[in-house]
């Protein structure tokens, strides 16, 4: 029963950084535009995502320290700093996304707008962070998650042409009158939301938090090829979905009651009220994700001590960094900026700060001083360094291509 409660990790990480706020609205938003002819992006950037989580996990269990600890003592402070000031940023973004997620969900369920919600979904952000041991926070809202695979019962409950589906899928072009500028441009989002930087920090300080050793290299190896691959399939059906309702119609996607809508037509009240129970799951799973990850950057390279796994008074500054946080993004939703706007915005500047993530872990996990005979061998460092090429490719177009769609306008 340990064991399988110990992949709820996994569970948590899919849903929370696979199938966050950025997920929803990107796959929902490209399944309305293109159909499936993007599918292929999410596959890469599952494997992309499995193959550096895999070789965190292994660092983690071997060394007993977290990732962004080792990049600052490998590579020096300066190194360090660069990229805790590129993850960090992104991440916070990614915050202030998930708790508008977190207030829009509220929104759907109540009537109530959604900035009325704010300050409730920021207090409950951080009450759980405060008082919930991490075991249970990853547990709840992992599972609870699951209910997003509402999308996949009402993908098959719609009665798609399957043919046709995975035509798409395999014809990987734009369509219509789309152009191959915001094609790229929607794939590099895709890919960004797939790899975001917190999903690593947040899953090798929480294999700190579990006390992994030696002996739990299984356990994280289960929980990168059960999780990630999850998040994944679900963010296929979120993406299907769209194309079966809105592509033919020729509707764009935008709020987030669009996103959950397939599913209340296919499924009717009842599946429209576990859709909401899933997003806000997701969305909530991804801001403690997120809110913890601004948490352990600035402290385990600043040396504090922090974690969940000493009472709060002991890491007091780690807890400090996450209420600041917390409260920078509730007065950043307040002046009514759209929350799927940062979405957008987020994703895209994830991708941006991939290669400042990725390197790092890449050299770590070829260093025997921290992981002794399990390095990388010739296969992972072959497809790690083709991974890190096309990275690097969607860094230095992100920028560009966001400025010559304005945006994927």
Known sequence: MKKLLAVTLGILTAIGGFV?????????????????????????????????????????????????DLIRERLGPQTGLVTLVASFLVTLLTLI???????????????????????????????????????????????????????AVALFKLGPDWGNLLSQATSPHPIGSENWATYAYYGIALFGAAMTPYEVFFFTSGGVEEKWTRRDLVTARTNVFVGFPLGGLLS??????????????????????????????????LGLAVVLI??????????????LSCGYTIAQYRGWQWGKFVRPREASRFHVVIIICLVLAMLTLVTAVD??????????????ALPLTYLPILIIANDPDYVGANTNGRLRNAFGLFYLGLLVVASLAAIPLMILTKAGQ
Request: one cysteine or more; glycine letters at 12%.
């Open 236 to 269: 296929l059906s979120i993406m299907g979905c769209a194309a079966v309702l809105f592509l033919p119609a020729g509707i764009q996607v935008g709020t987030l009651g669009q996103v959950t809508l397939p599913v209340a037509v296919a499924l009717g009240k």
């Open 339 to 352: 929350p799927v706007k940062v979405t957008e915005y987020s994703v895209v500047f994830a991708a941006m």
């Open 278 to 291: 899933g997003v806000f799951a997701a969305t909530f799973g991804a801001a403690l994700e997120t809110a």
């Open 97 to 151: 996304a998930e708790i508008g997620g977190i207030a829009l969900a509220f929104e759907l369920a109540s009537g109530v707008h959604y900035l009325l919600w704010m300050p409730l979904a920021v207090f409950a952000v951080w009450l759980v962070i405060w008082r919930v041991k991490f075991s249970r926070l990853e547990q709840v809202f992992g599972l609870l998650g699951l209910l997003l695979i509402v999308f």
């Open 20 to 68: 966050d706020i950025g997920d929803l609205v990107t796959n929902a938003l490209v399944g309305a535009r293109f159909g499936m002819h993007m599918a292929w992006v999410v596959v890469v950037g599952v494997i992309g995502i499995c193959l550096y989580a895999e070789m965190s996990g292994r660092v983690v269990a071997i060394s007993g320290r977290p990732v962004f």
